[in-house]
């Protein structure tokens, strides 16, 4: 297959390039580097294999060949990140995502979506399956990334539904490991580089909120599974309007923390002796966090296999090399 992979310099986006090529298809990675790396492809690009772009998706694309996949990972995904850059975020989620989706159907080709938990906003039921519609406050601050994404799904199963594309639709939990940015803001990368440098870890609020987090390799195995699968596989559900293979699926680890726990444990496994803030809480941040994957285990035959403590011992060793 020849795979096309927008944000393909990202954090997760570039473990999904690799992922690609271990696998013997050839990838072309669109980035425009706004928030990914290309120290995190540089590797990759002696491959044969694989082909960089340097492209803002919001643009119209023109890939010229064959494509067989179009993966869209391209978007801000961090608070940081989204806070930052509103009107990106929500032009990448709009207009990227309806490029994208041209371009698939041009060439013919299978279109996988990465969506968000976010589409749950701050949920009212724990854990949130894929049938759950939400709790999105769509004019607060992290609404342009929960619309961003919302929009986004909708547009993919239109697409679906009207022109016959083969869609796929991954709403990814908390994902964590290496090639997160140091300051990205999010929740493990900040603990473990406050960790790090002897600086007090920020819990916001009093920390009984929770969170799940997935290893990387874990989440880019059932993005590529998600991805490969046969669109024949399941049947659509027509009480929830799940639509089979086509409809949303669940990526993320079902075991759940609270943030002070994982605090907690980031300063045993560092061996810091950082102290944990506290400070108010930031506005519509979700209470509780925790996927609901039995439609992942079903149709992909998927369930994490990295335990946290394994995933956080990896993601300290790299943000140690980082930190020197």
């Not at 992290?142 to 909708?154: H, L, S």
């Not at 599974?225 to 990526?251: C, F, K, M, Q, T």
């Amino acid at each position: 297959m020849r795979v096309v992979i927008t944000g393909g310099a990202g954090f997760v986006g570039s473990h999904l390039c690799e992922k690609f090529l271990s696998l013997w298809h050839t990838v072309y990675c669109l980035d425009n580097l706004v928030t990914g790396k290309r120290e995190n492809i540089q590797h990759l690009e002696k491959e044969r294999n694989f082909q960089f772009g340097l492209h803002d998706v919001s643009r119209y694309i023109d890939v010229p060949g064959p494509v067989d996949a179009v993966l869209h990972l391209a978007s801000p995904a961090s608070p940081v990140d989204y806070l930052q850059l509103p009107i990106q975020t929500l032009k990448v989620g709009a207009l990227g995502t309806h490029n994208a989706l041209g371009l698939a159907k041009a060439k013919s080709a299978r279109f996988l979506l990465a969506s968000t938990s976010e589409v749950y906003g701050d949920p009212l039921v724990n854990p949130q399956p894929e049938s759950y519609w939400g709790n999105v406050n769509p004019v607060g601050p992290r609404g342009v990334y929960d619309e961003a994404k919302r929009f986004a799904e909708a547009i993919t199963l239109a697409y679906h539904r009207h022109h016959g594309i083969d869609v796929r639709i991954a709403r990814i939990f908390n994902t964590y490991g290496p090639r997160m940015r140091p300051q990205d803001g999010r929740v493990v990368s900040n603990f473990i580089v406050q960790a790090l440098r002897g600086e007090s870890l920020t819990v916001y609020g009093d920390g009984t909120q929770t969170r799940s987090f997935c290893y990387v390799s874990d989440l880019v195995e059932g993005l590529a599974r998600l991805a490969l699968a046969d669109p024949g596989r399941a049947e659509s559900d027509g009480a929830s309007g799940l639509e089979g293979i086509h409809g949303p699926v669940n990526l993320g680890n079902p075991v759940e923390m609270t943030v002070a726990d994982i605090a907690r444990v980031i300063l045993r496994l560092t061996a810091s002796s950082s102290r944990i803030e506290h400070r108010p809480l930031p506005v519509d941040d979700p209470k509780v966090r925790r996927p609901d994957i039995a439609r992942a285990h079903k149709l992909l035959a998927w369930t994490p296999q990295v335990s946290l403590e394994e995933g956080f011992h990896a993601t300290i060793q790299y943000f140690r090399t980082r930190l020197l």
